[in-house]
């Protein structure tokens, strides 16, 4: 998984997403969930690849970083909790996709009790 779109086409498979352009800038899109409007996907380009800012859970951030070379502290985000991946081909399309469900399930509606 190397290029925007099929990052997109995956996220859109997600129950309850949609693709957001905030900034007016088809450079940068997010996927949110419709019922909190909270992002779980920033994607954009950035140095000649395509980039993806996920969200993920202090334990498993070092993990993600030290398994690959092209997951770093996220560009533009809280470091602590979120990574980018650089979509460069190093890093297995089935991680890829593990990492953004993490993220998706982080930022999603909290369940009432």
Not at 22 to 32: I, S
Not at 51 to 56: G, Q, R, S
Not at 57 to 72: G, H, K, Y
Request: glycine share 2%; net charge positive.
């Amino acid at each position: 998984m190397t290029k925007k779109e099929e990052v997109i086409a995956y996220c859109l498979k997600l129950a309850d997403v949609y693709e957001d352009y905030p900034f007016h800038d088809q450079n940068w899109c997010v996927m949110r969930h419709k019922k909190n409007k909270k992002v779980f996907a920033w994607i954009f380009y950035k140095d000649g690849n395509v980039w993806v800012n996920v969200k993920c859970d202090p334990e498993w951030r070092d993990f993600w970083r030290q398994a690959f070379v092209s997951v770093v502290p996220a560009f533009h985000l809280n470091k602590e909790h979120w990574n980018s991946m650089i979509l460069d081909g190093s890093i297995p399309k089935e991680d890829i996709q593990r990492m953004i469900v993490e993220s998706y399930d982080l930022t999603g509606p909290k369940s009432k009790k």
